[in-house]
């Protein structure tokens, strides 16, 4: 029997399975899809040859995560490659300001504003992998904060406090630097004037100075081999084709899951379900086995916005009219602070956006393997509602050309570079992982009210459930979203700790 199941190999799901192994477990991971990785893998979605990140492609937590760090996946083969700028904020009146990891290249493109990045990188050279640390460890946390000073923790409480739009506003002059850090809080559903916005785009500000926006070498997927092999290497095993329905429970411990098939799979000691929490909490145990405030929690569990997805194979590097895109790994549409508050608006009132905030990606700029020679890929993501009226298959061609007009204005002739293009509507990210439910890339809002000690709901912040030996380990619990596999470590730590 094995010591632990796993359900889900999100990198969540895998560094939990890696770390128990390592531990001395037998784990086993059961995926419902016939890839492993979640959101991180790479295919060829457009052409042959082109290899496309299916969701994350972009890792502020490569060089820092605790969980990462501990795993080494360096000495398995994973390989990361940097850009010259890490995110630039492009504009058609052809102003740009450009985030790099070296401080006077940035300074330089911040301009008047140069200072003032100097001052945020200077506090992120300062604070250094103290950060992470303490952004990432489990809650209540005292030695990461301890260890990062009162100070730092002062300055990142009041960006906390803070919205992204009158947090830029106070802390730059021209309308190029105050689009970046509510460019960046976008990621998740952090508009430029919710209440504790400005930290989330702060923090990637800060990341992205500090480590980079890096890519690793091969696609995302390169990540999800590296932690199979840390697996592997330890004894782990992972079964695909398998959906795991249901939690089974006997006096009050988990003690095995049944898949669709009807199998029963028994775990000695503990079953860590990197899945969303609605549907742990819902679908995948009796209701007799959750508390009924759990259950209403559940019911208030609020999603963040629709992801609206695209890769595209491109016959060159794209044609930015500013230089610094030219040389980045991420690009930000996203014409001023006020552009973006109207996207928001339109977004969170269940609209198509029309003029849509863009995160774009290019990968194979940095990591030449992901197209063939001389050739490109391309990779954007705009926040969109989850459900529009009509559905998204009414809206998603038209949409993913309003996506390319809204490239081609920042890039005159990028339409004709392109040789191929995947869509990819909430939906359509929906059927390929069901942790993405309505095309949030989250795992749950990123809201203030969706974090921290209420991530998924109060008091199961530290991955424990009202079910002895079951653990939450995905990114609908603290710290959430992202490429860190923060929830995976904490919750299999928790686990080794209860059977001590
Ligand atoms: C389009 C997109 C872009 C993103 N960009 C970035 C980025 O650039 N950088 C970054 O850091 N993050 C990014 N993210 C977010 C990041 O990918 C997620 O936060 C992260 O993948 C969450 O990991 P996870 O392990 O919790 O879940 P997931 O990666 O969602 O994996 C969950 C896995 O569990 C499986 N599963 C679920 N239920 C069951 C079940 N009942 N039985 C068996 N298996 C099950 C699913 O099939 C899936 O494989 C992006 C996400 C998306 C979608």
Redesign the pocket.
Known sequence: MDDAIV????????VAAATLARAGWRVRV????DR?????YSLETTLPGFIHD????????AHVSPALLSLDLGEVGLQWRGGIYESAHPAPDGTCASIARDVERAARSFGIDGDAWRALHDWQARMGPRLAETLLAPLPSVRPPLRLGLTNLLGLAMAGLSTSAGYARRRFQTEAARRVIPGLAL?VDLGPEDFSGAALGLVLALLAAGGGFQVPVGGARSITHALLRRLENDGGTLQLN????EIVVRQRRAVAVRTDQGDEIPARSAILA???AP?LFWR?LAQDDVPGYLREAMHQFRYGWG?F?MDWALGGPVPWMHEEPRQAAVVHAGDSVDDLIRFTKEARAGEIPSHPYL?I?QQSLLDPTRAPEGKHTLWA?SRVPSYPEGGWQQHRERFADVIEERIEGLAPGFRKLIQGRAI?SPAD?EAM????VGGD???GSAQFSHQLFWRPAFPYFRHRTPVKGLYL????CHP?????GA??FNAANQALRDAV
Not at 242 to 245: A, E, F
């Open positions: 359900i889900g190999s999100g990198p969540n799901g895998l059961l995926e419902a899809q492993p990785g979640g959101a991180v299916v969701g994350a492609a972009f890792f502020p937590f990621h398998t959906h795991v329905r990197d899945v969303g549907a995948m992801t997805k995160v990606g993501y990819f990210l992982n069901e942790n993405l890339l989250g795992g380990a995905s990114a609908s959430g979203a992202g490429v860190h929830c995976g």
